[in-house]
C-alpha cells in the first residue's frame, strides 16, 4: 500500500518562505500524477496545485499563482511545494496526493492516496 508522509509545515512569518516534502513509498511513483491541496478551518478542501509524472504539464490553483511551485524527484520518489511571500490566508493544513492517472489536474476525486496532513501557519 502507498503511504505518503509530509514534512516541512510549521510558523512563518507572513512574506516568508517555507518548502512542504512528501516522500511516497510508491515504486511506480515516477508515473503517478501528484499534487497538494490544503484545508483551513472552516474551509473546504481546495486544491492547490499539481504536476504530472515527468512534470510535463502543471496547474496551480488561482490564490497561489506566482507565489507557489510544485515539483518533483522521482529518483527519491518525492514532491515539493515551494511556497514563497506567504500570506494569513495560506494558514491551512496541506496534503499531498498521488494519483494512478499521470496527471491528477484539480480534481480531488482523481487522486487516490493522501499524506496525513502538515500544519502551516503564517503569522501577520
Known amino acids: 500500500q502507498v503511504q505518503l508522509v509530509e514534512s516541512g509545515g510549521g510558523l512563518v512569518q507572513a512574506g516568508g518562505s517555507l518548502r512542504l516534502s512528501c516522500a511516497a513509498t510508491?515504486?511506480?511513483?515516477?508515473?503517478?500524477?501528484t499534487g497538494w491541496f490544503r484545508q483551513a478551518p472552516g474551509k473546504e478542501r481546495e486544491f492547490v496545485a499539481a504536476?504530472?509524472?515527468?512534470?510535463?504539464?502543471?496547474d496551480y490553483a488561482d490564490s497561489v499563482k506566482g507565489r507557489f511551485s510544485i515539483s518533483r524527484d522521482n529518483a527519491q520518489r518525492s514532491v515539493y511545494l515551494q511556497m514563497n511571500s506567504l500570506k494569513s490566508e495560506d494558514t491551512a493544513i496541506y496534503y499531498c496526493?498521488?494519483?494512478?492517472?499521470?496527471?491528477?489536474?484539480?480534481?480531488?476525486?482523481?487522486?487516490?492516496?493522501w499524506g496525513q496532513g502538515t500544519q502551516v501557519t503564517v503569522s501577520s
Open positions: 496526493a498521488v494519483s494512478l492517472r499521470a496527471y491528477g489536474g484539480s480534481y480531488r476525486n482523481n487522486y487516490i492516496y
Open positions: 510508491a515504486r511506480a511513483f515516477s508515473t503517478y500524477g
Open positions: 504536476m504530472s509524472s515527468r512534470g510535463s504539464s502543471t
